[in-house]
């Protein structure tokens, strides 16, 4: 198998990344409609409740609501770097040819990216094992279990990690004249 064959199929594991990064990531921006439902309820529940004098909400409508916004960041990231949509101070980065920016983003990548996803999961890891180990719950009375959610942190950079070797892949690409920048670069449309 030759070194372009090779690179070939990473670019079709990379395109089936790119596919799940963008289903989840469509999915997930649902979870903050969920996250305002569940705030509204939760804010005319307390009122409502103080004005007929019996409690309408608990802890749990608080914590799924944090929860919720935990999901929206967590799961979100590896779609947002999929669109390009991170931060970035790119005043000169905007201006370079896509060759330029290819490198660039492939140093960042690996340089930062890639060592950042791995040291998330190596420190995650012990903390997301002793939540499972004693099944952690809530302090506050009537809350929700944490290790689900814990769990979460493991699964994003994980696939994080995932959509951080896409773009690495796709960078080479370009770099080799595999693929034409346009193919590359960030896709830049519409999040919706």
């Given amino acids: 198998m030759t070194g372009n064959e090779l690179f070939s199929r990473a670019l079709k594991v990379a395109h089936?990344?790119?596919?799940?990064?963008?289903?989840?990531?469509?999915?997930?921006?649902?979870?903050s409609l969920a996250m305002v439902l569940v705030g509204s309820f939760n804010t005319v529940a307390r009122y409502a409740?103080?004005?007929?004098?019996?409690?309408?909400?608990?802890?749990?409508?608080?914590?799924?609501?944090w929860y919720l916004f935990s999901l929206l960041f967590l799961l979100g990231a590896g779609y947002t770097l999929k669109h390009d949509r991170h931060v970035r101070v790119d005043v000169i980065y905007a201006r370079l040819s896509p060759r330029a920016r290819a490198w660039i983003d492939l140093a960042g990548t690996?340089?930062?990216l890639i060592p950042f996803c791995l040291f998330g999961?190596?420190?995650?890891?012990?903390?997301?094992?002793?939540?499972?180990?004693?099944?952690?719950?809530?302090?506050?009375?009537g809350g929700l279990p944490r290790y689900p959610i814990k769990t979460m942190i493991l699964v994003s950079f994980f696939l994080l990690l995932l959509q951080a070797?896409?773009?690495?892949?796709?960078?080479i690409a370009v770099?080799?004249?595999?693929?034409?920048?346009?193919?590359?670069?960030?896709?830049?449309?519409?999040?919706?």
């Fill in 110 to 112: 690996v340089a930062f």
């Fill in 49 to 65: 409740g103080r004005r007929f004098g019996t409690e309408l909400t608990s802890n749990a409508y608080i914590e799924l609501q």
């Fill in 16 to 31: 089936a990344i790119d596919r799940m990064s963008e289903l989840l990531g469509r999915a997930v921006i649902w979870l």
């Fill in 165 to 171: 070797l896409t773009e690495l892949v796709r960078r």
């Fill in 175 to 192: 770099l080799r004249g595999l693929a034409a920048a346009g193919e590359a670069e960030p896709h830049r449309g519409e999040i919706l």
């Fill in 121 to 141: 999961l190596v420190v995650s890891w012990p903390a997301v094992r002793n939540s499972w180990a004693i099944l952690e719950g809530s302090p506050d009375p």
